[in-house]
DNA sequence: GCATATAGTATCAAAAAAGATACTGTAACC
DNA sequence: GGTTACAGTATCTTTTTTGATACTATATGC
């Protein structure tokens, strides 16, 4: 299959220089849970493992923590472990998740709009 | 395994009722090239269907046509088929689309704060 | 003494998404 | 008369993502 390279585009598209690279977004925030554990952590602040678990419906435990975990390694959330028993474990939204709050704005906007 | 539904999710936190349905967002412009698509179709105009091609690294043709026609499907995109040989078809974004605009401003700005 | 809640991990299986490949038809160009 | 460009379709395979299941440890309540 014959597909065009980054150079490439550029080469021939150099009007494609001021728009932002999609995918490395999609890498961050894409996926099927990223945006609702985001959402919840940015606009009703710091929960606990469990809280998060019943707040998504369909999400099951494996999947709420690699997500997660991955958040926590692309500095979006922050992990906060209690010496407890049970044990607790409260997840934070960074600054730079906090960032996001007017992406999830114009997103809600552009849903509520619904008439184009 | 024992999940949330939707309705238990609401009952037990009402609060969750006033944020936009994540999911369904998702079905309309997630995915690896939705959102590379309607960048350009948004913010460079109409494109043919080869342009698009040679803009986009990566995607193969097969992808292309799935990707445009569920956007078609969901009324983010026109096509204009020209009666014409060489085949020359033309995409565009609908208004429902141009009103994400501000979405994809709050990521380009997102993107490029990178602070936090 | 048994069940429950907590926050996980490890392993395996299924489903969904993406990709490769081969094919179509016709006009223009060399 | 062979090659290229155009905009696809059909079929199959691979890869990625997501999900199911069983398991861990320990304090508290009944």
Chains 1, 2 share one sequence.
């Not at 990223?34 to 952590?41: A, T, W, Y």
């Not at 606990?48 to 958040?71: K, Y």
Request: glycine share 6%; charged share 25%; hydrophobic share 45%.
């Amino acid at each position: 299959m014959v597909t065009t390279s980054e150079a490439e585009a550029l080469e021939k598209h150099p009007e494609l220089a001021d728009l932002c690279p999609m995918p490395d977004i999609a890498k961050l925030i894409g996926g099927k849970w990223k945006l609702i554990i985001l959402q919840i952590l940015i606009f009703k602040g710091t929960k606990r493992f469990n809280e998060l678990r019943r707040m998504i419906p369909g999400v099951t435990q494996t999947m709420l923590t690699n997500q997660l975990r991955a958040l926590e390694a692309d500095g979006l959330v922050t992990r906060k472990i209690y010496a407890e028993v049970p044990p607790k474990v409260e997840y934070t939204a960074t600054q730079r998740a906090l960032d996001l709050e007017e992406m999830f704005h114009a997103m809600h906007n552009w849903w509520m709009r619904a008439d184009g």
